[in-house]
């Protein structure tokens, strides 16, 4: 699957930013999809995913209740709709493919290349 993330910007604190993650290759729908982020001078750190379904996500804590992920599995894309963006949000956000059901990055298989979010204060 080869898998290119875009949407990322410059935006104010408060504002909101939607990511999309488009595939192409191999059957997106038989793998689930995760939103990553590394920030600098950070590890990369899990932030969604959800199933190939779309029926089931999960959340790291601090962006619950402020983004969103889901898919269209027949537009091969996935999205991160993200909310209430904070300073703290600033990083690069990959997203990646797995057969697994994982939240850690070594799990995943296939990766974009990253866009850059910038939250200003």
């Known amino acids: 699957v080869q898998l290119q993330a875009s949407g990322g910007g410059l935006v104010q604190a408060g504002g909101s930013l939607r990511l999309s993650c488009a595939a192409s290759g191999r059957t997106f729908d038989n793998y689930a999809v995760g939103w990553f982020r590394q920030a600098p001078g950070k590890e990369r750190e899990f932030v969604a995913r959800i199933s190939w379904s779309g029926v089931t996500t999960t959340y790291t804590d601090p962006v619950k209740g402020r983004f969103t992920i889901s898919r269209d599995n027949a537009k091969n894309t996935a999205y991160l709709q993200m909310n209430s963006l904070r300073p703290e949000d600033t990083a690069i956000y990959y997203c990646?493919?797995?057969?697994?059901?994982?939240?850690?990055?070594?799990?995943?298989?296939?990766w974009g290349q990253g866009t850059l979010v910038t939250v200003s204060s």
């Open positions: 990646a493919c797995t057969s697994n059901w994982s939240t850690q990055p070594t799990r995943y298989f296939y």
